[in-house]
């Protein structure tokens, strides 16, 4: 079975990931390999097709029709090998040796990953998991090609093809300075359309900014001054000292407080509780490996929320 795994199946992986990813460099770096040896892959792949697969445009690299027209065919293919040469009989996980790659946003890994990555060093010494970071328009296609196995999200409508579980459930809180110029122990309405507002990059596309900005908009808020960030973790840094605010989920909130001099405080909007989930295709259900993962994950959310104790923590 293993001569199956020939020059040409590998070129059809390779193809997978260029047709995901639209350009030779994002690609190379997702496989590991140097930009000339992605393009010398390339090559080959327009040898074998008879077509130029990809062309470059000014958005970037765009597919043919020839392109288009068989990638589907290219996923069958791998995923029908795939299944076939799939170990068959109960997992292992101390003697497994396997990779999962997970998509998180950057609170979930920070309250998730450590609980789980902790569980796997000592029950699964052989497996790996790579985190990446969520992408909403591409993860249901991720998961349905298998480039990714498990999606760790809130999402408010998930998609009626990909299974899930619950893993654990916040709500949103706001912080400021613990010394704000105009805010103490409350927050009012007024207060909060008004004040400046700290977000992460691009945080208006997650569900979070997506149900916080909806939430502004039935209030009747207008435009707030909005200061945009790559890393949570700048996110307290931003805010003791200025008059700055910050919305986010209070475990992260908490744990804020307890490393800076913080206060953390009610919105003042009706918002739904954050209620995050694991999400997987269907292709993996069955599979011994990813019910292994998916009892870990589950395992690891266990209490996430409130570790660390923070005696001065709000109740909900």
Same mark, same amino acid.
């Given at each position: 079975?293993?001569? $199956?795994? /020939?020059?040409? &199946?590998?070129?059809?992986?390779?193809?997978?990931?260029?047709?995901?990813?639209? /350009?030779?460099?994002?690609?190379?770096?997702?496989?590991?390999?140097?930009?000339?040896?992605? /393009?010398?892959?390339?090559?080959?792949?327009?040898?074998?097709?008879?077509?130029?697969?990809?062309?470059?445009?000014?958005?970037? $690299?765009?597919? +043919?029709?020839?392109?288009?027209?068989?990638?589907?065919? #290219?996923?069958?293919? &791998?995923?029908?090998?795939?299944?076939?040469?799939?170990?068959?009989?109960?997992? !292992?996980?101390?003697?497994?040796?396997?990779?999962?790659?997970?998509?998180?946003?950057?609170?979930?890994?920070?309250?998730?990953?450590?609980?789980?990555?902790?569980?796997?060093?000592?029950?699964?010494?052989?497996?790996?998991?790579?985190?990446?970071?969520?992408?909403?328009?591409?993860?249901?296609?991720?998961?349905?090609?298998?480039?990714?196995?498990?999606?760790?999200?809130?999402?408010?409508?998930?998609?009626?093809?990909?299974?899930? $579980?619950?893993?654990?459930?916040?709500?949103?809180?706001?912080?400021?300075?613990? !010394?704000?110029?105009?805010?103490?122990?409350? &927050?009012?309405?007024?207060?909060?359309? /008004?004040? =400046?507002?700290?977000?992460?990059?691009?945080?208006?596309? +997650?569900?979070?900014?997506?149900?916080?900005?909806?939430?502004?908009?039935?209030?009747?808020?207008?435009?707030? =001054?909005?200061?945009?960030?790559?890393?949570?973790? +700048?996110? =307290?840094?931003?805010?003791?000292?200025? !008059? $700055?605010?910050? +919305?986010?989920?209070?475990?992260?909130?908490?744990?804020?407080?307890?490393?800076?001099?913080?206060? #953390?405080?009610?919105?003042?909007?009706?918002?739904?509780?954050?209620?995050?989930?694991?999400?997987?295709?269907?292709?993996?259900?069955?599979?011994?490996?990813?019910?292994?993962?998916?009892?870990?994950?589950?395992?690891?959310?266990?209490?996430?929320?409130?570790?660390?104790?923070?005696?001065?923590?709000?109740?909900?």
């Amino acid at each position: 079975m293993q001569s $199956m795994d /020939s020059s040409e &199946l590998r070129l059809l992986r390779v193809f997978r990931i260029l047709m995901t990813e639209r /350009s030779v460099s994002r690609a190379a770096e997702r496989l590991g390999l140097s930009q000339p040896a992605m /393009s010398h892959a390339l090559q080959r792949l327009r040898v074998m097709f008879g077509d130029p697969l990809l062309l470059r445009s000014s958005k970037g $690299m765009v597919p +043919t029709e020839r392109a288009s027209e068989i990638i589907g065919i #290219v996923d069958g293919i &791998l995923a029908d090998y795939d299944r076939l040469v799939s170990p068959q009989g109960p997992f !292992d996980p101390a003697r497994a040796q396997r990779r999962f790659v997970l998509t998180a946003p950057e609170y979930a890994e920070h309250l998730l990953l450590p609980r789980l990555f902790k569980h796997l060093r000592e029950h699964a010494p052989g497996i790996s998991v790579e985190v990446r970071t969520p992408d909403r328009d591409r993860g249901p296609a991720w998961l349905e090609r298998g480039e990714v196995d498990l999606r760790i999200a809130w999402i408010l409508k998930p998609a009626s093809s990909l299974r899930s $579980m619950p893993l654990f459930q916040d709500r949103i809180v706001c912080i400021a300075d613990r !010394d704000h110029p105009t805010v103490s122990g409350t &927050l009012t309405l007024a207060q909060y359309l /008004s004040l =400046p507002h700290i977000r992460l990059l691009g945080g208006g596309r +997650t569900t979070a900014g997506q149900v916080i900005d909806g939430a502004i908009e039935k209030a009747g808020g207008g435009t707030r =001054p909005m200061f945009l960030v790559q890393n949570v973790l +700048t996110i =307290p840094l931003m805010v003791v000292g200025t !008059d $700055m605010i910050a +919305t986010l989920p209070e475990a992260l909130a908490v744990r804020f407080r307890q490393r800076h001099p913080v206060q #953390v405080l009610d919105v003042p909007l009706p918002l739904p509780r954050i209620r995050y989930a694991a999400y997987w295709h269907e292709r993996s259900h069955r599979d011994a490996g990813h019910r292994w993962l998916r009892s870990a994950v589950s395992l690891a959310a266990k209490g996430c929320t409130e570790e660390p104790m923070d005696p001065a923590a709000p109740r909900t």
